[in-house]
């Protein structure tokens, strides 16, 4: 549950174990006989629903939909998590464990997942030591000065109602050969310790950087 004593300070509360059932969060939603646009459609108003039903300072962070799409026929589950719950590196760790559980339960066993190597207060633990340690107490300066610019920005002027919107947005796609692709998944990311999407995220940086000191902008960083 996420608790605001006031605009900018809040903090969550994480409830004990069998606080939360599933029947609170899981509701049925009939899917028999739908086509797959149909289904598209429902499972886009479902979710659409589900997302609104959230709410971080009610303790509403999780809806689950089932669709069912009848007797022998296989359903559908849709999960909706809050961002302050779950992120993309969380999914690679639940995704695994929920197939799991499925699994189990499909065969009539009792799902029996792996315990958790490091508790959420041992890791909140060694972040906030770490984010206290000299080596990182070290950076502020830097990161003051980097702020006191007001922000790296794309362009100066200000932002035109009419022009800067989503209508205007445009798309590049771009393909690369095997020989360019093979060093960008592998070996880049393996030399600065980091994963393929660091990798595009500073290409990015730096491409929006040339190009906004080309037009006479501030860089981004």
């Known amino acids: 549950m996420l608790t605001v004593a006031r605009s900018g300070v809040w903090s969550a509360e994480v409830a004990p174990a069998g606080a939360l059932t599933a029947v609170s969060v899981l509701r049925t939603v009939d899917a028999a006989g ?4 149909a289904l598209r459609e429902l499972v886009s108003r479902e979710s659409d629903r589900a997302a609104g039903e959230l709410d971080p ?6 809806r689950a939909v089932r669709f069912d799409a009848g007797p022998g026929e296989p359903g559908r589950l849709l999960l909706v998590a809050h961002h302050l719950v779950v992120d993309e590196v969380s999914w690679q760790i639940l995704l695994p464990d929920l197939r799991a559980a499925c699994e189990a339960a499909a065969e009539g066993r009792t799902p029996a997942l792996d315990a958790v ?3 959420l207060r041992t890791w909140t633990a060694g972040l906030l030591a770490e984010a206290q340690s000299a080596r990182r107490t070290a950076e502020l300066d830097r990161w003051l000065a980097e702020s006191a610019t007001g922000g790296r920005l794309l362009t100066d002027r200000a932002l035109d109602p009419a022009r800067d919107t989503v209508a205007t947005a445009r798309r590049l796609t771009v393909r690369l050969s095997a020989e360019r692709t093979e060093p960008l998944l592998t070996a880049v990311p393996q030399a600065f310790h980091g994963t393929v999407n660091d990798t595009l995220l ?6 929006v950087g040339d190009w906004a000191a080309g037009t006479g ?3 981004t960083g």
């Open 217 to 219: 902008s501030r860089r």
């Open 34 to 37: 739908l086509g797959a646009e």
């Open 117 to 119: 190597p490091t508790a």
């Open 202 to 207: 500073t290409a990015l940086a730096l491409a």
């Open 57 to 62: 300072e009610s303790g509403r962070t999780v």
